[in-house]
């Protein structure tokens, strides 16, 4: 049973889960594209590395501050800008001809979806409460494991359907479609806090009222 009472609630939980799903399958999608890539773009060992585990480093650099200006500011305008981030540099990237371009932009996006990841932790532990709260965010671990096995199924059918030419930047723009995600943020702009969420009268407490 999914958590909270209300239809509200659930709304909030499906574009949490929604958001998280589209910025964690990148995470591992382009792993099985990674020699579509180096002949694509001509990239060295490094350069493939950094294109890699550039997202992951710039997703994980960006949970922490990204939670703290969400308790501070507030979380929905945070949420759209991050998911802004990953969708516009996630298409700089796919379209991207050069080794450092592509790197510079899924560094970027990383950053992007690190925001978002954050402000969803944050905003299900502010709507949440007790054994909701904690099917919430179990619901949010069961989504980051479906979109790591889902990502290089997805990758590899990819570069099968487009060739070893174009199927890295198809790659690349495979979670894009998912660009709908601000609009999903947007209808339930009601639902997610504008302002910090220990003065937004949101069910469960707000972030800036956990323990440390």
């Known amino acids: 049973m999914l958590p909270g009472e209300d239809r509200a609630a659930r709304r909030v ?3 949490c889960m ?3 799903v589209t910025t964690l399958l990148d995470q591992s999608v382009l792993n099985i594209a990674v020699p579509a890539l180096r002949r694509s773009l001509e990239a060295g060992a490094t350069d493939v590395q950094w294109i890699v585990a ?3 480093l710039a997703f994980g650099l960006m949970l922490v501050p990204g939670g703290s200006l969400g308790d501070v500011h507030g979380r929905k305008h945070l949420s759209l800008a991050g998911l802004s981030a990953f ?3 996630g298409a700089v990237a796919a379209a991207g001809t050069r080794a450092d371009l592509v790197i510079a932009a899924r560094l970027v996006q990383g950053a992007g979806a690190g925001l978002v990841n954050s402000q969803v932790i944050g905003t299900l532990q502010d709507h949440f409460s007790g054994v909701g709260r904690a099917r919430a965010l179990g619901l949010y671990a069961v989504t980051g494991g479906v979109a790591a096995a889902l990502g290089p199924p ?3 059918a990819l570069v099968a359907a487009f060739g ?3 199927g890295g930047g198809c790659v690349c723009f495979s979670a894009r479609p998912a660009g709908s995600s601000p609009c999903g943020w947007r209808s339930a702009g009601s639902r997610l806090p ?3 969420p220990d003065t937004a009268g949101s069910t469960g407490g707000g972030s800036g009222g956990r323990a440390r």
């Open 13 to 15: 939980l499906t574009v």
């Open 18 to 20: 929604a958001a998280g």
């Open 54 to 56: 550039g997202y992951s």
């Open 87 to 89: 969708v516009v540099f």
């Open 154 to 156: 997805l990758g590899g």
């Open 164 to 166: 070893p030419a174009s």
């Open 194 to 196: 504008g302002g910090p």
